[in-house]
């Protein structure tokens, strides 16, 4: 499993545009939480966990949020959440631009 999570951190998108202004953006209790959930399972990115928890809020509202850290802390993602989970992966890569 995380090996999946920490692919799923590195993955490069594909997607060109970035997304809108997020109109409610998570919470810092939900930041920290994502933070810790990502550490957990990839300590190895903490870097690349701190640059995501930075950019999320530019990314995805809070709704979204508790579907990413639960996903991170291994809840199988539910397929309607497919399309805009891959975005938000995408577009949080084009930011952090992990280096391998």
Request: hydrophobic share 45%; proline share 7%.
């Amino acid at each position: 499993m995380k090996y999946i999570v920490v692919m799923a951190l590195l993955a490069l998108g594909t997607s060109g545009a970035m997304a809108k202004p997020v109109a409610n953006p998570p919470t810092t209790e939900q930041l920290d939480a994502f933070y810790a959930a990502c550490v957990h399972v990839a300590p190895e990115a903490s870097v690349l966990c701190k640059c995501k928890r930075d950019a999320a809020p530019k990314l995805i509202d809070a709704e979204f949020m508790t579907v990413v850290i639960a996903s991170i802390k291994g809840k199988p993602l539910d397929a309607k959440y497919y399309d805009a989970y891959n975005d938000y992966i995408g577009h949080s890569n084009q930011i952090c631009k992990p280096d391998y």
